[in-house]
């Protein structure tokens, strides 16, 4: 499996330039949000959705300035959105280290990401960016739509598949989408480009997430979230409603009882996988995963043979491959 070292080697100039970027972008005059964006900073994820998009502008033209500030307005958003999911999900631990509210409470985390989300806004309009800021605006609310409907679903465990990719769609393939869109948009106008590439997106963005939610039912897990974490939310992802798709009422019955009982949170997550396991349901969900990499590998194929096209290639089969 390529790293994302290699695959992104190809943009690492326009990498290296973005970090500059970005760190300018973030300045205050207020010194508590520099210590906080510092903070922030000092400890970014793998920085796929700018790595897509310039990888997307390099696949169907030439980087520039519309690039970067595609690319800045989506490190903007997705830095935002993480930092709020945080504070609605109390959760004070964020790639392996502190979150913002775990140190400087919940109130400042919310304002930081507003910050963010303000600072998105402003550098679009200052660089008359309005397109890519309607596709990224789109991709929020989208997002929050999602994330609303999910918590609808959780309080009655009655989530179908359909309705399951819907949610996984709008809460993490939509914004993997703007990025290939707009990345794409950056450096072209032609139509059926910019859409070919928002279609990538979409299909990446939900098999990154069925990866995401498959993690919970392996028997090692390298990732910076606790094993069983999906099912002591009460969140159904694909490998447990596939199972429960199968199971007898009386069982379906049973396993939804045990998820929203207060019982021994270890004991309900071994039971859980071992059921999701006896009834296949992670072989459905990768079966569903690899069709969806087959799909986004096809529409690269429409472009010609390139060194991006190559270590594109590369990225989705790290989306499903990736142990972490």
């Known amino acids: 499996m390529s790293t994302l070292n290699k695959i992104s080697a ?31 900073i000092r400890r970014k994820g793998k920085q796929i ?16 300035d519309s690039t970067y500030t595609a690319a ?28 913002i509210n775990a140190i400087w409470k919940s109130k400042i985390a919310v ?10 806004m402003i550098l679009s309009v200052e660089k008359k960016e309005y397109e890519i800021l309607g596709i990224f605006s789109g991709a929020v609310r989208e997002m929050i739509e999602g994330e609303l409907f999910q918590i609808q679903k959780s309080r009655k465990l009655n989530i179908c598949e ?7 769609r709008k809460k993490t393939a939509t914004l993997i989408s703007a990025c290939t869109e707009s990345g794409t948009r950056s450096v072209t106008e032609d139509f059926e480009k910019i859409q ?18 498959l993690f919970d039912y392996e028997t090692h897990s390298l990732i910076g979230k606790p094993k069983g974490n999906d099912i002591q939310e009460k969140k159904l992802t694909l ?33 859980v996988f071992q059921f999701v396991h006896q009834n296949k349901g ?14 986004a590998q096809q529409i690269l194929m429409k472009y010609p043979e390139s060194q991006i096209r190559s270590v594109m290639i590369d990225l989705v089969n790290y989306i499903v491959e990736r142990n972490k």
Request: neutral net charge; hydrophobic residues 40%; glycine residues 4%.
């Open 162 to 168: 359909e309705e399951y990719f819907d949610i996984i």
């Open 72 to 99: 800045s307005l989506a490190e903007l958003l997705h830095t935002a959105t993480l930092i709020h999911d945080d504070v609605v999900d109390e959760s004070f631990e964020r790639r392996g280290f502190l979150s």
């Open 49 to 64: 959705r700018p790595l897509l998009i310039f990888l997307s502008a390099k696949l169907n033209g030439e980087v520039n």
């Open 282 to 295: 992670v072989e459905y969900a990768k079966e569903k995963m690899y069709t969806l990499h087959e799909e």
């Open 10 to 40: 190809p943009v690492q100039t326009e990498l290296k330039k973005f970090d500059k970027v970005f760190s300018a972008i973030m300045k205050s005059k207020i010194p508590l949000l520099n210590i906080i964006t510092n903070y922030v």
């Open 239 to 271: 490998p447990l409603i596939a199972s429960l798709d199968k199971a007898s009422k009386d069982e379906k019955r049973r396993i939804i009882k045990l998820i929203n009982k207060k019982s021994s949170k270890r004991d309900t997550y071994n039971e």
């Open 196 to 213: 070919l590439m928002k279609e990538f997106g979409l299909k990446i963005g939900i098999a990154f997430q069925i990866k995401d939610d």
């Open 111 to 120: 304002l930081l990401g507003d910050f963010l989300l303000s600072k998105g």
